[in-house]
């Protein structure tokens, strides 16, 4: 029992108050809906947020209700809509499932409300050190405006009765679609997913990542990403369709996979493909693992807008998506198989046991095999990188 | 005097119509062209400029994704055209009009949405169709690396829309031909010397067009600006204008609302341009058409090219019906690989599966269709009584008003209608999908009432007048009951209209009311075919079930009433 | 001074008068007879008398119906009944409920009403045809239904458009006998037009021509 009294002594003075108001939070919470903005193209997340509604509303007699989003952007533009409408309460958007880009425009613009992470009394169980990356997005210091709720990292998924030797490195992968033309592709680069297999190489190849760190300036992206455009000029041709046209997203890349149209598919998490197989949407045979010089990681997060109706109820569900039985659930791969947010070091016992006890397949990376987390480039790269990517080879 | 009470009527469901409809349309419109000439406060943007447009006209593939709207539009419209009128002529006498209609219902009432995703699994490089040929016929173990859906020159798309279109037009044709002499005037003309197929375009066509004028420029602004079908079988790399706009709507960068709501202005000036130019070639065709029919000359055969169109449109007809059977067989699959002509193994979990939420987005559909139906069937009641009160003639420019929301594309004022709804308070929830869905079933229900209703014989309204029946006894004893079919029919057409909708229920529900298209819409740019099929399945089985009702219910009603059967369609 | 009276009527389509100033009394138990080539307008006219003048036209003059100026009521407070040539039963309902429709609503009580409805049949020679749908009737027994109906709603007045037009000539006597023997019970002014000198004979009263 060290580790909790350690926790609240680090909290110190701050804990009586903070339960205080956690109590009226949790008492203003009771009743309402919480509309959580969230990606709706994954049903195994669908899945888990109701799962996740029903514990919530039989203990804090708060639900969720989950607004399919197929991109993101969508709910930050609804809050522009309402903050031009003049509505700046009650609006319709009361949680987002939030990263990066989409982030860094919200809180530029004054729209998220917080900080509220250190409110959040399972806060204690992340690490919140600088430089952490529960509490970074993007290089974009969080300041608890959000609060993280599971772990990505970028995966290549290949069914290894088809390649039995993937190419382990994004140079590596040049060489095998040039041997085996029409086999590979990505998500189109205006998808998240297609711009991170993008970041990805960009890290790889560029010859200091460390630029990468900072914010994109005119000379360091021309500097930086010039090899990038010459491995992707070579490798364009080779794609799919010849690059002349690319998946919406990664879930039909690995529909894609599954029907056998290309041979690799790519995710930002690593149990995605353990998940799909226990699904039935992929074959057994598949296998996932990161490049071997280390893959770029993030981790997911949820805020509010700042004029959200249902605020207390949206922190009530951040809180329980830290709660370490929630985590251990969400870790689960029968269930949604990502990666634990939470700082295993500040978990007790029980806890632990729980993510031990948790089934394994196949289809499972290792932590070995998923290798180095390489850092997130600053938010600049990404839309740049995709601005570039659509100057350069959009017809 | 009813005439007086007539007129107020009429004025009340016009003040309601124009209000309704026609404001927040045109307000809608407002917005939108504040923001595409710079003036959008929320994002700090105040100043009138230009900037947008010269933003737009940079975005990347803008002129690309402009040619290929126009280019989709075009030839999915002359060609669903061309194909129905060919199908009409070669079975007309082989076909009874109403089979065929009732044969066309099926087509009619599944929306865009199921239709496409079953369309883009049919055809793909690793679809049903390579499935079913391959390996034996084919040797591919593999797919091929062909693009037959998502490719560049959108000819998915333009397949897409066909199948859709061409349904419509038949129907619409049928009905059109029902009030011409075909018969005679293919008789009067074969005794002259004519082919079929000549009297066909010569003589039938000439009378036919006007007739189905209108229809076809709803058509043509439908297929220079639909989205759901353009995401999922049209070019992505860049895809055609009115899917870039909805993307650039939508985008993380909020800065691309501006450009965003140039290019939805410039969707309308597309479709307004492109009804004008149309027009021109109507008028050429009719020029040269004349010339053509002047000569006299009898030697072409236009027989082989109506088989043609006939037979291309069985074909059509045939992929629609596999596309919805590959549908229902994903929806009851477990696994299902390239290149199996059927699943290796089948099951019920996407149907059972708790929280897997059809069940909510299909009561969300039935209460959002329900609703929008009614208000939209009174509406149009209360319209056509008020004529028949006022005794006055169907008005020109109040047509064109009912028109106007299927010829505006829906992304020019939707964004803006968005901010008017949330500015008035009634944003993101039922009452505003209701209101917006109602702006496009109006118009159907509008359009498939009117014409029965105007026919209905004045004198059996007379004679209940003679006995003593007054206006409201006249309306419910007399016109209703016998009107009952196509009341029931029009109904059906609202209620499928309002379960297609995708755009106003994503803008206008703000995202959070999720109904079995948006759900599917969302659904297909997932991986699991299986899911997307039970929506799918449902989105088309529910206005197939509205269409057999407004058919078993009159037939019931009116079992014994002979002069009711096979009335109006 | 009870009985139908125009009182120079004219109907204009498009500002053309259809035929010249028209005035005349129709007396009780008498059926007046106006004859005229077809499209002068003879049916307008009836339309103009009974208020159920189509769009497209206006028209000028007045009717008085016993005394009283029902030229600006609604076709439904006139009591003017009219039969057409081709009786305009309502499809949706059965014989019966066609006569019910038309049956004065003074008449009160389910079997009062039914009993009422027997009786017209009876004297139609339908007896038993309440149930029958009216799209199984021949012409001459579609005819008599209509004209029970009509008579059924207690009209002041009577309006006959072409009402023998449409059948055959041998079933032309039959009706024509029917028709005038129930009307002259009635005490009632009876207006009529035809094309059909026949007609206008068997009627046996007054024959206005209809000109232009």
Redesign the interface.
């Known amino acids: 029992m060290r580790l909790p009294l350690l926790a609240a002594l680090a909290t110190g003075i701050a804990l009586p108050a903070l339960a205080e108001s956690w109590d009226d939070t949790v008492a203003a919470a009771k009743g309402q809906t919480v509309y959580w903005n969230a990606w709706g193209g994954d049903e195994r997340t669908n899945d888990f947020i109701a799962w996740a509604s029903d514990e919530l509303e039989a203990e804090y007699g708060v639900t969720i209700q989950q607004v399919k989003l197929t991109d993101t952007a969508e709910a930050v533009t609804r809050v522009i809509a309402e903050k031009a409408a003049g509505q700046t309460m009650g609006g319709s958007v009361d949680m987002i499932w939030i990263n990066g880009a989409n982030f860094l425009s919200m809180k530029e613009q004054g729209l998220l409300h917080g900080p509220f992470l250190h409110d959040l009394p399972n806060a204690k169980y992340l690490d919140l050190s600088d430089g952490s990356a529960a509490v970074v997005d993007f290089t974009i210091p969080t300041e608890g405006y959000e609060s993280p709720w599971r772990l990505a990292k970028f995966v290549l998924t290949h069914d290894s009765a088809r390649v039995a030797e993937p190419p382990k490195s994004m140079a590596a992968l040049l060489d095998w679609s040039k041997a085996n033309p029409g086999r590979v592709t990505h998500p189109a680069v205006s998808n998240f997913m297609g711009a991170t297999f993008l970041k990805q190489a960009l890290s790889e190849l560029t010859p200091d990542a460390g630029v990468l760190q900072g914010e994109a300036t005119d000379e360091a992206f021309a500097e930086a990403t010039a090899p990038l455009w010459a491995w992707y000029d070579d490798l364009r041709p080779t794609l799919w369709r010849e690059g002349t046209t690319f998946p919406e997203n990664e879930s039909v890349l690995q529909q894609m996979l599954n029907d056998g149209e290309v041979d690799f598919a790519m995710a930002f998490d690593p149990a995605a493909a353990a998940a799909a197989v226990e699904r039935g949407l992929l074959p057994e045979t598949v296998r996932s693992y990161a490049p071997e010089g280390g893959s770029i990681g993030n981790i997911s997060f949820v805020a509010i807008p700042y004029n959200a109706a249902h605020k207390e109820g949206a922190m009530v569900v951040a809180n329980f998506l830290l709660d370490p039985a929630t985590q251990a659930r969400a870790q689960d791969i029968t269930v949604l198989g990502s990666y634990s947010v939470l700082d295993p070091a500040k978990l007790d016992d029980e806890a632990g046991a729980a993510f031990a006890a948790l089934p394994s397949s196949p289809a499972l990376p290792t932590n070995e095999a998923l290798g180095r987390t390489l850092n997130e480039p600053h938010p600049s790269w990404m839309t740049r990188i995709a601005e570039e990517w659509a100057r350069r080879y959009t017809e | 005097m009813t005439a007086t009470e007539g007129r107020t009527l009429r004025l009340i469901v016009l003040a309601l119509v124009a209000g309704g409809l026609v404001l927040p349309i045109l307000a809608g419109l407002w917005e939108t062209a504040r923001a595409a000439f710079g003036v959008l406060p929320a994002i700090g943007a105040t100043d009138w400029s230009l900037e947008p447009w010269h933003r737009l006209f940079a975005l990347p593939g803008f002129g690309t994704s402009l040619t290929l709207t126009l280019w989709t539009g075009f030839a999915s419209t002359a060609l669903a055209l061309a194909l129905a009128v060919g199908f009409a002529a070669a079975m007309y006498d082989r076909f009874g009009v109403k089979g065929g209609a009732r044969l066309l219902t099926p087509f009619l009432a599944t929306p865009h949405a199921a239709l496409a995703i079953g369309l883009a699994f049919l055809i793909a490089p690793s679809g049903w169709i390579a499935r079913l040929i391959s390996p034996w016929a084919t040797g591919w173990a593999l797919p091929p690396d062909v693009a037959t859906v998502n490719d560049p020159m959108g000819l998915a798309l333009i397949l897409g829309l066909l199948v859709k279109e061409v349904p419509f037009f038949l129907l619409v044709i049928l009905a059109a031909l029902s009030q011409l002499p075909v018969r005679r005037h293919l008789s009067a003309g074969r005794a002259l010397g004519y082919g079929r197929g000549v009297v066909w375009i010569k003589v039938i066509l000439p009378q036919l067009y006007p007739l189905i004028r209108l229809p076809v420029y709803v058509v043509l602004s439908f297929a220079l600006s639909v989205v759901d079908i353009a995401i999922i079988l049209g070019p992505s790399n860049p895809p055609v204008l009115s899917v870039a706009v909805t993307r650039w709507f939508l985008a993380a960068d909020t800065s691309l609302i501006l450009p965003a709501s140039a290019a939805a202005l410039l969707q309308s000036a597309v479709v307004i341009g492109g009804i004008a130019l149309w027009r021109g070639a109507e008028r050429l065709c009719a020029v040269l058409g004349r010339i053509w029919t002047r000569r006299g000359g009898r030697g072409v055969s236009a027989e082989p090219g109506l088989m043609a169109a006939g037979g291309a449109v069985v074909v059509l007809m045939g992929l629609g019906a596999l596309a919805l059977v590959s549908l229902l067989i994903w929806s009851l699959a477990w696994r299902w690989s390239f290149p199996n002509a059927l699943p290796e193994s089948w099951s019920l979990k996407a149907w059972m599966r708790p929280g897997s939420g059809w069940d909510a987005a299909l009561e969300n559909t039935l209460i959002i269709g329900i609703a929008t139906t009614t208000v939209s069937v009174a509406l149009a009641i209360a319209w056509l009584e008020g004529e028949d009160r006022a005794r006055l003639p169907r008005a020109g420019w109040a047509e064109a008003l009912i028109y106007l929301p299927l010829l505006v594309p829906q992304i020019a004022f939707l964004y803006g209608l968005q901010v008017v709804f949330l500015r008035a308070g009634i944003s993101g929830g039922m009452i505003a999908v209701i209101w917006a869905q109602a702006l496009f079933v109006f118009p159907y229900v509008m359009i498939a009432l009117s014409d029965p209703w105007r026919a209905l014989d004045p004198r059996l309204l007379r004679a209940a007048a003679a006995l003593g029946a007054g206006p409201v006894r006249r309306l419910l004893a007399v016109k209703l009951p016998i009107l009952l079919r196509p009341i029931m029919t029009a109904a059906a057409i609202g209620f499928a209209v309002s379960v297609a909708q995708y755009l106003p229920t994503l803008f206008m529900g703000s995202g959070r009311i999720a109904t079995l298209t948006t759900e599917a819409v969302t659904l297909s740019s997932g991986s699991d075919r299986r899911v997307t099929g039970v929506y799918a399945v449902l989105q088309a089985a529910l206005p197939f079930v509205a269409y057999l009702t407004a058919l078993a219910l009159p037939a019931f009603l009116h079992r014994h009433r002979a002069g009711l059967r096979g009335g109006a369609v | 001074m009870r009985g139908l009276d125009l009182h120079s009527v004219t109907i204009r389509a498009a500002d053309a008068p259809l035929f010249a100033p028209l005035t005349l009394t129709v007396p009780r138990s008498t059926v007046t007879t106006i004859v005229g080539p077809s499209g002068i307008g003879k049916s307008t006219l009836m339309?103009f008398i009974?208020?159920?003048l189509?769009?497209?036209f206006t028209a000028s003059g007045s009717v008085i119906l016993d005394g009283r100026d029902v030229t600006?009521l609604?076709?439904?407070?006139r009591?003017?009944?009219?039969m057409?040539q081709?009786a305009?039963l309502?499809?949706?309902?059965?014989v019966g409920d066609n006569l019910a429709?038309?049956l004065?609503?003074h008449v009160r009580g389910r079997v009062a009403r039914r009993d009422a409805i027997e009786v017209a049949l009876k004297q139609a020679g339908l007896a038993g045809f309440a149930e029958r749908?009216?799209?199984?009737l021949s012409g001459g027994q579609r005819a008599r239904v209509?004209l029970m109906?009509?008579l059924l709603?207690e009209?002041c007045a009577l309006?006959l458009d072409e009402p023998f037009s449409k059948l055959d000539p041998d079933l032309r006597g039959d009706l024509r006998r029917f028709v005038f023997d129930h009307i002259r019970d009635r005490d009632i002014p009876v207006l009529m037009v035809t094309h059909d000198e026949a007609d206008a004979a068997a009627a046996g009263g007054p024959v206005i021509p209809l000109g232009g």
């Open positions: 339309d009974g208020g159920h189509a769009r497209g600006r609604p076709a439904e407070v009591r003017i009944g009219i057409f081709d305009a309502f499809p949706h309902l059965s429709f038309g004065a609503s749908d009216p799209a199984t209509a109906r009509t709603a009209p309006l």
